[in-house]
């Protein structure tokens, strides 16, 4: 077969038909296809298939629209068959609809088929009353029969729980797999009837009916490949807005470069992007514009907005939040002009689709790893709110993995939709968080690894989140447990730093949890944090006291100003080796034990306008001069 003129998965479906096994279709199953020369759905194709290789009766069935067959005259030969060999049941347990219409051009639009008459009337009430009858059809090997159930991930509620009904369907499902018969005469003498089953996700199918099963293949049918979209887009390159004329040589490189950015798009998806074009005037010359909007509803990107005066300004911008960490404030910086200038040695092809960024933070605790994301966000984004996290300690068990995309079908928590994909449909040019991702279940890796490869993921509902305008921040504290400090008169130098906490990651991928692939995946993207050096305690002490004398300001009119002596004291505090290993973290905990409770204890409690100064002695906090060690005022 033609891999430009049919259907990749044709040739795949023909061959296990071949071998005599049955056929789970599932996947993609709702999207066109090209088939000959015309774009066409999947029942469409599978019609032609069958009445093409000879098969003389060819039905589908759904709960919705019932029994449709190919040709109005294979209604009048099912019945005759399925009398003949269960002449007692009621012909009004039937439904027949007429032939589909095969062989549409796109731009006509899907065609499933116009009601004919004749045949079985009625509808049937249940899906085991066909099923039961199909069955009998298959089993006998004289007449060749086709049968193929749409939308079988609909017919159970559940696919680990089945009610007594579902059982039976199940039940009558697997006896028909297994008892359809060879046929013995005729041009397909040697080849088995057919019952095909058509379902979007296979996971809601019980996995009893095919897991282990020889008799039956399961078949993904993909999302188109390049060569296909390729083809798609040539082919209706001029049904594109297009904004004058465009060159013929400026067409290849316009046509790649949309090739590119729709990765991982159906065929619907492309006809959508070019109806987009058409009806908000964006032409085909600007194709990053159009699948932008096409994607998120905007053409406004803040990744090309990085003008070069502001990659400047990042390293000490990034540095004013985040202090004693040059080296991770580099990497960053570098990060973004790889984003920003998108110029790469992979090929392109699907590059387009992958986060703008991906960064793994690792390092010792409380050196400012997520408050380099947080400024990261500002800087990109010009707003916090764009910064989404995800605490990964709530992900420990292998079943919880599931809230990132969302409950499957009829579970509980379905209607809400991905804790993941939510926010991302919601708000794509957004900065996503996950801490300390060391402490979540490896099986999270999975759903990062497509991301990280595909820059999409799916969730329960079939809604896709695009990730190619976000920035991924993955912190860990892999290597602190077995990173101590005794002596901080003598401290290890950054390299030292580096080379234990970059070998502790190293080995949680490859030996503790087994995925090398990840640890090749993350690559450079590796930062390692530095300790917190003793000559930057100061200058996070006094950001830390600012922020202490803006609150009281702006909450009750008090101008606080703090004596030189209430840093020494904290930093004298933090040369202790207890304290010296948490972190930025333990000084904000100093201060809140020594500075702020005092602050709240005489704050409020003083006339708008007053000034006080607050200095420490010994451990002890003083408020204008006076100690806060008891009662509440001056």
């Known amino acids: 077969m033609n891999q430009l003129s049919s259907p990749s998965w044709l040739a795949e479906l023909h061959s296990q038909l071949a071998r005599g096994r049955q056929v789970i279709l599932w996947g993609n199953v709702a999207d066109r296809f090209l088939n000959g020369e015309n774009y066409q759905s999947l029942p469409e194709i599978l019609e032609n298939y069958f009445i093409g290789e000879g098969y003389q009766i060819v039905l589908h069935y759904d709960r919705a629209d019932g029994v449709r067959f190919a040709k109005p005259e294979m209604a009048t030969a099912f019945e005759e068959l399925v009398s003949r060999v269960q002449p007692e049941v009621p012909q009004n347990q039937f439904v027949s609809l007429g032939p589909g219409r095969a062989g549409r051009n796109w731009a006509q639009g899907p065609s499933m088929g116009s009601p004919a008459g ?232 699907g590059m387009a689709g992958r986060p703008k960024g991906v960064l793994f933070f690792c390092g010792p605790t409380g050196v400012g790893k997520t408050e380099l994301a947080r400024a990261l966000t500002e800087l990109i984004f010009s707003d916090e709110r764009a910064f989404v996290r995800f605490d990964m300690s709530e992900f420990k068990e292998s079943h919880t993995v599931e809230r990132l995309i969302g409950a499957p079908p009829s579970y509980v928590g379905y209607q809400e939709g991905g804790q993941l994909t939510g926010p991302c449909l919601q708000r794509p040019f957004s900065l996503f968080l996950f801490d300390e991702i060391d402490k979540a279940h490896h099986a999270i890796w999975d759903i990062f690894l497509q991301i990280l490869e595909d820059g999409r993921l799916t969730d329960s509902r079939g809604q896709t989140a695009y990730f190619s305008k976000a920035c991924l921040v993955f912190t860990s504290n892999l290597g602190g447990a077995t990173w101590t400090i005794s002596d901080t008169e003598n401290l290890p130098s950054y390299e030292e730093v580096y080379s234990h906490y970059r070998q502790a990651v190293e080995e949680h991928f490859k030996y503790q949890i087994g995925r090398p692939e990840l640890l090749n995946r993350l690559g450079e993207n590796i930062v390692v944090f530095d300790i917190l050096r003793p000559e930057f305690f100061p200058g996070i002490c006094q950001l830390l006291l600012d922020n202490l004398a803006r609150s009281a300001q702006e909450l009750y009119e008090v101008q606080v100003q703090f004596d030189p002596s209430v840093c020494q004291m904290i930093c004298q505090l933090m040369r202790r080796p207890e304290n010296f290993m948490l972190g930025g973290r333990r000084i904000r905990a100093l201060l809140q034990t020594y500075v702020e409770t005092a602050l709240n204890k005489v704050v409020p409690f003083v006339e708008p306008g007053s000034r006080l100064t607050v200095s420490a002695s010994n451990s002890e906090i003083f408020i204008n001069g006076k100690p806060c060690r008891e009662g509440f005022g001056l």
């Open 118 to 349: 004749g045949g079985f009337g009625g509808q049937f009430r249940r899906p085991e009353d066909l099923l039961r009858l199909l069955r009998q059809a298959l089993q006998q090997n004289r007449v060749s029969v086709a049968g193929i159930l749409h939308f079988a991930d609909k017919l159970f509620c559940h696919p680990e729980q089945q009610s007594e009904e579902e059982c039976d369907i199940l039940i009558i499902l697997k006896k028909a797999f297994r008892d359809a018969a060879f046929l013995t005469t005729g041009p397909l003498e040697g080849r088995r009837n057919v019952l095909l089953l058509v379902a979007e996700n296979i996971q809601s199918v019980p996995g009893w009916l095919y897991s282990s099963d020889p008799f039956i293949s399961v078949l993904n049918l993909p999302r188109p490949k390049r060569s296909e979209r390729d083809h798609f887009i040539s082919r209706f390159f001029r049904n594109f807005y297009q904004d004058g004329s465009v060159s013929e040589t400026d067409r290849p490189r316009i046509r790649e470069k949309l090739v590119d950015l729709t990765d991982g798009f159906t065929s619907w998806d492309l006809e959508m992007l070019r109806r987009t074009s058409i009806v908000e005037r964006i032409p085909i010359q600007e194709p990053q514009k159009l699948v932008d909007f096409f994607k998120f509803g905007k053409t406004e990107d803040p990744w090309r907005e990085l003008s070069g005066e502001k990659l400047r300004e990042a390293l000490p911008r990034l540095e004013q939040r985040v202090l004693g960490q040059r080296p991770a404030v580099r990497a960053v910086v570098d990060m973004l002009a790889r984003a920003r200038g998108g110029i790469s040695m992979s090929p392109s092809s």
